[in-house]
């Protein structure tokens, strides 16, 4: 028996009406659809933005990925993962893996897919790439992620800062992500550095709660949790003019 082929689908930054056409035709046909859930006690993000195009038959599973940083238990929960979807595949069934943003882009999909070619080499899998969270910030803030000749360069927010110093002293625009309880430190650096001024702060974007701060000053004075599903979009050429934004409009 032939393996069902297994539909990696990015289902952009949060708001549904930013899920790709064919994204929606995918799930909307879907026999089997696999969400990564990052706690236990809360519905999947991922699921919550879906569920309006998810199938009324499809059987729904939730992974749990929890977030840890010890690699052997991570491993442990992408293979355990993997068997799962391996069990589905290998009946000939298709199945679908939602996860936000881009499949790969700092994503869940990128491990269970490795998992997964462990055991099936021969696994057909089609990606269906997202709107990146970032570009998301960027059209909600008008701000230009690459313009002209500038590098991008976008970095997670690692618990050492060494990476996001060498990014802003590369210039150009720096995207800052998975800033979650680093956000203090984070606004530390950017203030010694003299770009607090030219950067823009944006959670949950595209989703309820949606926050945009232009004057990062103010966050500050917030819990470390007000970094959770946010993002930092730094101008980092020092000498030239900021670039445009909702900053310099009424």
Known sequence: MRLGTLYGIGIGPGDPELITLRGA???AACPHLFVPKARTAAESVALAIARPFVGPDARIEELHFPMKADQGELAEKWDAAAECVTAVLQ???????????DPLLYST??????????GLPDLVAVTVPGIPAFGAVAALAEFPVGEGREP?????????LAAIRRA?????TVVLMKIGRRLPEILDLLEAEGLLERSVFVSHATMEGQRIETDLRRLKAEEPEAGYLSIILVHATIGEAAPPSRRSRP
Do not use: M, N
Request: charged letters at 25%; hydrophobic letters at 50%; a positive charge.
């Open 168 to 172: 802003l002293a590369a210039g150009g």
């Open 109 to 118: 999909y990128i491990y269970l897919l490795r998992a997964l070619r462990k």
């Open 152 to 160: 991008v360069t976008i970095v997670p927010a690692a618990d050492d």
């Open 91 to 101: 009946r000939g069934e298709d199945a679908c893996f939602i996860t936000l943003g």
């Open 25 to 27: 035709r995918l799930l």
